[in-house]
């Protein structure tokens, strides 16, 4: 048998959302970056470009990297759909965020009972997924209409230490210790934290003031 190769996928909503994090994760995971396919679409069906061309490449042995089991997809069916289709063809799967759906098809336990535990958690997760993606669209509709009602302007507010989400300001205060280590230039650090020149030295000021006020 020839040797296995480890894939990953990522996956963010839209094309001004930013894949580095996920990126980043994956090469932490020493995934080459060859084999690292990314969307910029919408979960709420497999129909996306990179995801089939992987599926194409994957082979018997092979494992693929997903962040999460949202990336593969926010629809309940085609989530257990497409978990089947890899496990039917010999794919380890890997997640970073919930481990405890990892398949491992080298490794596979004889006990009925052990091997339907993933199963019961996978529908768990993907029914989750797909209300929290249903619940998302509602919100956002309730929001916009009030904002119209009220006279709001729309728009994405602007982005700021604070505004970071937990996942985003461990990576940055990562990126940020390698930079003032001299571990990579500015430039580099940007880039891994999936900032733009003017919002990246904006965090930067904001968090050294808190570094000083502390």
Do not use: C
């Not at 257990?80 to 965020?97: C, P």
């Amino acid at each position: 048998m020839t040797d296995s190769k480890t894939f990953a996928y990522i996956r963010v909503s839209s094309k001004e959302q930013n894949e580095s994090r996920q990126i980043h994760t994956m090469r932490e995971k020493g995934v080459p970056e060859r084999n690292i396919f990314v969307d910029k679409l919408s979960g709420s069906n497999t129909n996306r470009p990179q995801y089939q061309l992987l599926k194409t490449y994957v082979r018997k042995g092979d494992t693929v990297i997903f962040d999460s089991i949202s990336r593969m997809s926010r629809n309940m069916d085609d989530t257990k759909n497409e978990y089947k289709w890899f496990v039917d063809n010999g794919i380890s799967l890997q997640f970073v965020k919930e481990p405890m759906l990892d398949y491992d098809v080298n490794n596979i336990e004889n006990d009925p009972v052990k091997k339907a535990i993933p199963d019961i958690i996978l529908t768990l997760l993907a029914s989750f997924a797909e209300k929290e993606r249903l619940d998302t669209r509602q919100r956002q509709r309730e929001g916009i209409d009030a904002a119209k009602r009220n006279g709001k302007h729309l728009g994405r507010p602007k982005k700021s230490y604070e505004t970071l989400s937990n996942e985003d300001k461990q990576l940055f205060h990562e990126q940020y210790r390698r930079w003032k280590n001299g571990e990579q230039t500015a430039v580099q650090t940007m880039n891994n934290a999936g900032l733009k020149k003017s919002t990246f030295y904006k965090i930067v000021n904001e968090y050294e003031s808190l570094l000083t006020a502390n």
